[in-house]
């Protein structure tokens, strides 16, 4: 048991759920220039193919607010955060 954070991904299948929620999404209007990562209630998180920039997209307003600079950074602050609330 610990602490994590659910990024989407492939798993041992050849099932890609990253590839399933991002055309789920574009069916919502996400840009094609974005890649679905994680999926939060409403809030939707992105990889930006063209900045490398991670954003949350609200599916209602169409808006995208960007969350970090990189996914490398993204990933990294997200685990810091699921570990101090596990602490």
Do not use: P
């Not at 809030?43 to 307003?61: P, Q």
């Amino acid at each position: 048991m610990g602490y994590g954070v659910e990024i989407l991904g492939s798993g041992k299948n050849g099932d890609s759920s990253l590839v399933r929620e991002t055309q789920r999404f574009r069916g919502y209007g996400l840009s094609d220039k974005y890649i679905a990562i994680r999926n939060v209630d409403e809030w939707i998180y992105c990889f930006d193919n063209e900045s490398g920039k991670v954003t949350s997209w609200d599916r209602m307003d169409k808006r995208h607010l960007v969350k970090n600079d990189s996914l490398e950074k993204y990933i990294l602050n997200e685990m810091k955060d699921a570990k101090a609330e596990w602490d």
